[in-house]
């Protein structure tokens, strides 16, 4: 499986940015997919996950209720529109990808693939 993510930038505190995980190869569709994030001196930690049929989410407390996780099965891809962006959400975000029904293992950072990460940087 192979992840293209896309949609990073800068933007202003307050604004928006919707981030894209493109999966390709014979079994992207029967994959659980997420987002975690590294910042600068930090370890990289998770940010959201979903399950591939959509029906089960999870988010890190941090970005709950400003990220929403969606996913659209026909396009093989997976959304993280990040809402009300804090200058602390700088950093480079990473899509990662489990055999499906193995969604609980994105939660502790449990990845079969990676894909490359996208630059998020959100000005004070």
């Known amino acids: 499986v192979q992840l293209q993510a896309s949609g990073g930038g800068l933007v202003q505190a307050g604004g928006s940015l919707r981030l894209s995980c493109a999966a390709s190869?014979?079994?992207?569709?029967?994959?659980?997919r997420g987002w975690f994030r590294q910042a600068p001196g930090k370890r990289r930690e998770f940010v959201a996950a979903i399950s591939w049929d959509g029906t089960v989410t999870y988010y890190a407390g941090s970005v709950k209720g400003r990220f929403t996780i969606s996913g659209d099965n026909a396009k093989n891809t997976v959304y993280l529109q990040m809402n009300s962006l804090k200058p602390e959400d700088t950093a480079v975000h990473y899509c990662?990808?489990?055999?499906?029904?193995?969604?609980?293992?994105?939660?502790?950072?449990?990845?079969?693939?990676w894909g490359q990460g996208t630059q998020v940087t959100v000005s004070s």
């Open positions: 190869g014979r079994t992207s569709g029967s994959t659980d």
């Open positions: 990662a990808a489990v055999y499906r029904g193995s969604i609980d293992r994105l939660q502790v950072g449990g990845t079969d693939y």
